[in-house]
C-alpha cells in the first residue's frame, strides 16, 4: 500500500514536470524560428524571462544590437568591394540603394540579401515622404533625391524613433560576422502622373517587391506622339521588350547624361589649367601640337559617347537611342545606373 501511493506520488510529479518542459521545447523552438537566433541564447532568454516569449524576444534582441555593435566597431576598417545594389519602384517613386559587404560569398547569404531588401524599402518610404512634402507647382516632372552613407544610416525604421538604419546595419554584421556598409541611394520621383518607370538588375533575384543585382538602372519616361516613324524599327521593335532592352543598354553602355552638354566658352576655359611656358616649351618639342579643330572634334565625340541619346542602341546597332524614342514616341526625362564596388567620381 505504501509502494503504491509513493508510485503514484512519483507518477504525479513525473507527469507535471514532463508537462512543463515539453511547453518549454515548445516554446524554445517558436522563438528559435521567429528570431533565428543560436538554440543556447533562445534558450537562455526563456529561462530569464520565466518562459515569456515577448519579453524573450525582445532581451535577445538587445543584446544582440549590443554585440552587433561591438562587432562593426571592430571590423570597420576592413574594406567592402563586394554586395549588391536594390532597387524597389512604383508608379510614383523609383529607389535605388548601393549595400556592400566583404566577400561575394556573403553577398549570396540570405540573411544579407534580406537585409539589402529591408535597406532599399526604408528609402523607398523615404523618398516618398520627401517628394510628398515638396511643393507640387514646380515645373519639374521628375524630381531626383541623393543620400549618401551619413544620411541613410539616419533614417528611422518602420515610423520607429528608436531604430535607425544604422542600428540593423550593425545587428547584421553581429550576426553574419562581416563589416558592412549602406554606400549610397538615389531616386527618381515622379511629380506628373504621365511619368513610368523601368528598371532591371543583373544577374536579377527578386526579393519581396524589391530587385537585387549586381548592376542595375532605372530610367523614367513620358510617351508621347512619335515624332519620326521609321518602317524599318515597326518591323524588328517588340514594345513590350523596350523597357528592359533599354535597362541593359544602360548598364552596359554606362552613359553620363541624357543629351549632348554644350558648355559655354567661359566654361571651357575654366576647366583649361593654367600653363607653364616651359612645360609648353618641352612639350611641343616632343610632340606635335593639335589644331583646335581637332581637340574639339575629339571633345564632341567624347561627349557624344557619354550622352545616351547619341549611343548606339544595344538591341538595335544599326538605330541610335534617340532614333529608336522618336520612333516609338518616349522622351526619356531621366535615369541612374549603379555598379557595385564601382569607383565615384
Same mark, same amino acid.
Given at each position: 500500500m505504501l509502494f503504491r501511493r509513493l508510485f503514484h506520488h512519483t507518477s504525479i510529479v513525473s507527469f507535471h514536470s514532463s508537462k512543463v518542459m515539453t511547453a518549454n521545447?515548445?516554446?524554445?523552438?517558436?522563438?528559435?524560428? #521567429? !528570431?533565428?537566433?543560436?538554440i543556447t541564447n533562445c534558450k537562455k532568454a526563456l529561462e530569464m524571462n520565466n518562459n515569456d516569449i515577448e519579453k524573450a524576444e525582445t532581451w535577445l534582441n538587445s543584446q544582440a544590437q549590443a554585440q552587433g555593435w561591438a562587432k562593426a566597431a571592430k571590423l570597420q576598417s576592413r574594406s567592402t568591394p563586394n554586395g549588391l545594389v536594390g532597387i524597389r519602384l512604383d508608379t510614383k517613386c523609383a529607389v535605388m540603394v548601393e549595400v556592400n559587404c566583404e566577400t561575394d560569398f556573403v553577398s549570396k547569404n540570405e540573411k544579407f540579401q534580406t537585409l539589402v531588401a529591408q535597406i532599399t524599402e526604408t528609402c523607398f518610404k523615404k523618398s516618398l515622404a520627401t517628394v510628398s512634402a515638396l511643393? !507640387?507647382? @514646380?515645373?519639374?516632372?521628375?524630381? #531626383?533625391?541623393?543620400?549618401?552613407?551619413? @544620411?541613410?544610416?539616419?533614417? @528611422?525604421?518602420?515610423?520607429?524613433?528608436?531604430?535607425?538604419?544604422?542600428?540593423?546595419?550593425?545587428l547584421n554584421i553581429g550576426l553574419i560576422g562581416e563589416n558592412m556598409a549602406v554606400r549610397?541611394?538615389?531616386?527618381?520621383?515622379?511629380?506628373s502622373s504621365n511619368i513610368k518607370f523601368s528598371s532591371c538588375t543583373h544577374p536579377q533575384q527578386v526579393l519581396g517587391e524589391s530587385f537585387l543585382g549586381k548592376y542595375a538602372a532605372v530610367f523614367a519616361y513620358e510617351e508621347c506622339p512619335p515624332s519620326v516613324e521609321t518602317p524599318e524599327l515597326s518591323e524588328i521593335i517588340d514594345l513590350e521588350k523596350l523597357p528592359k532592352q533599354l535597362c541593359q543598354h544602360i548598364i552596359g553602355m554606362n552613359p553620363r547624361t541624357i543629351e549632348k552638354v554644350n558648355k559655354l566658352p567661359e566654361e571651357e576655359l575654366a576647366e583649361k589649367p593654367p600653363s607653364d611656358e616651359k612645360a609648353e616649351q618641352s612639350s611641343s618639342e616632343e610632340k606635335t601640337e593639335k589644331l583646335p579643330s581637332e581637340e574639339k572634334k575629339e571633345k564632341s565625340s567624347s561627349?557624344?559617347?557619354?550622352?545616351?541619346?547619341?549611343?548606339?542602341?544595344l538591341?538595335?546597332?544599326?538605330?541610335?537611342?534617340?532614333?529608336?524614342?522618336?520612333?516609338?514616341?518616349?522622351d526619356i526625362k531621366g535615369f541612374l545606373r549603379f555598379e557595385c564596388g564601382e569607383s565615384l567620381e
Open positions: 521545447q515548445s516554446l524554445l523552438s517558436t522563438l528559435r524560428k #521567429k !528570431t533565428g537566433y543560436a511643393d !507640387t507647382t @514646380q515645373e519639374s516632372s521628375l524630381v #531626383k533625391l541623393g543620400f549618401d552613407s551619413e @544620411q541613410l544610416g539616419s533614417l @528611422q525604421l518602420n515610423d520607429s524613433k528608436n531604430s535607425k538604419l544604422s542600428d540593423l546595419l550593425a549610397r541611394a538615389a531616386a527618381l520621383c515622379a511629380t561627349d557624344e559617347e557619354s550622352a545616351l541619346y547619341h549611343q548606339e542602341f538591341a538595335y546597332p544599326e538605330f541610335t537611342v534617340r532614333e529608336v524614342m522618336s520612333h516609338v514616341g518616349w
